[in-house]
């Protein structure tokens, strides 16, 4: 019964994060959507915030069990199906935001990564959007500085040497040229910006968890990136190359 659970919950997640896609299309914003629909009673707002999408050891797991076991049995289960693709286009479609950004360009550039594990409160990364995201940057020949408050010793083990690892959040940003945030922990909620200005080369975030409010980003001078919402320019640090 638990991974029929989270075949429903991981749904939840799948269906919310393409619905911010197409909020981006259409200019809605996909926080009141997720407020709107999580209203009600019969939905809730549980596994209703957008992101990069689902990781961990159980949704991708349960998901992938529960298709193959109905896929054996002759009842293919198409609803999980779309499920498990919209859930790994999600990471592609968040580092598109990156790659147009930077005009695909990304040879040389310093992306500072706020959040390893899967989800906050665990050092968990099996399966981690981290995982995909740093992965990517190095193929393009990115520097990726890394910080989590839990989970740099796992990350260490499975990404090695590759990625530089920081001993907190503003070391971490110091002279990169974007932060991208990919776990909502507590600790990145509220840092101060306009130290975080002074360090960084350039003030471009990626927020991969929609921590922080488009116009308060502006008012501050970032470029700013999340999910399902209003992209906010500053004219100093768009579309580089």
Not at 39 to 61: A, E, H, M, N, V
Not at 94 to 111: C, R
Not at 150 to 175: H, Q, R, W
Not at 220 to 228: A, L, N, P, V
Request: charged content about 25%; overall charge negative.
């Amino acid at each position: 019964m638990c991974g029929l659970a989270n075949g429903l919950l991981a749904t939840k997640i799948s269906f919310i994060n393409e619905l911010a896609r197409l909020c981006e299309k259409v200019g809605a914003d996909i926080e009141m959507v997720r407020r709107g629909i999580g209203s009600d009673p019969r939905i809730g707002p549980q596994f209703l915030f957008p992101g990069i999408g689902y990781g961990g050891s159980c949704f991708p797991k349960d998901v992938d069990a529960l298709t193959r076991t109905a896929l054996e049995h002759g009842v293919p289960l198409n609803i999980l199906q779309a499920v498990q693709e919209a859930n790994r286009s999600q990471r592609s479609h968040f580092l598109e935001k990156i790659f147009n950004h930077y005009n695909s360009s990304l040879e040389g550039k310093v992306f500072a990564v706020w959040g390893l594990s899967f989800k906050p409160r665990t050092d968990d990364i099996r399966d981690a959007p981290s995982l995909d995201v740093v992965q990517t940057l190095l193929d393009r020949g990115a520097h990726v500085r890394v910080f989590d408050p839990v989970a740099m010793e796992k990350a260490g083990k499975c990404l090695g040497d590759s990625i530089e690892y920081s001993p907190g959040n503003y070391a971490c940003v110091e002279g990169a040229d974007a932060l991208i945030i990919v776990t909502e922990w507590n600790e990145f909620r509220h840092p101060d910006f306009e130290k975080m200005k002074q360090l960084m080369a350039a003030p471009v975030i990626f927020d991969g968890r929609n921590l922080y409010h488009p116009e308060r980003m502006k008012e501050i001078g970032f470029t700013y990136y999340s999910i399902g919402r209003r992209e906010v320019q500053n004219s100093d640090t768009s579309s580089e190359s």
